[in-house]
């Protein structure tokens, strides 16, 4: 057998360090406004790679935050595009269709992409969904800020 015979798909993730950096950016924009949530941060499976809760933010947040994260990276869209779509008057859909009670359509989850490829999500809980939605998207910015020209190596 040639190499061609072997065709194995690799997929880029995030990495523990660029979960953290996301997680602390929104942290402090959280703490400079007052509020308080839930943020968590997944590879590009939808799992896990860190998640905080911070003192004071809703209990049903901590798999909710899990869940947006999850839908955003298993679709590779925002989560609320999820939720519009399956909300839809005529091409509407029940979100178990998915096979996996992990898939949600609320606000606040967003894909993280490098180099074209999604490389995993952040999704913010516990908040108004607009706010979830602006909080998430601070920390996909602090990411992808500091990567900017930069050779990191994602794990």
Known sequence: MNDNDHHMHTTTNLAHTEAQRIVQAIQTELEQRGKTAVVAVCDAHGELLALLRMS????????????????????????????????????????????????????GGLPVWMEGACVGAVAVSGLPEHEDIELAQIGVNALTAGLEGAGTNLG
Do not use: C, M, V
């Open 56 to 107: 004071g933010a809703p209990l049903p947040s901590i798999a909710i935050a899990q869940n947006k994260a999850f839908t955003a990276a298993r679709e590779r869209r925002p989560s609320k595009e999820i939720g519009q779509a399956s909300r839809h008057p005529t091409d509407g859909f029940d979100l178990r269709n998915f096979g996996d009670p992990r898939y949600i359509g609320w606000g």
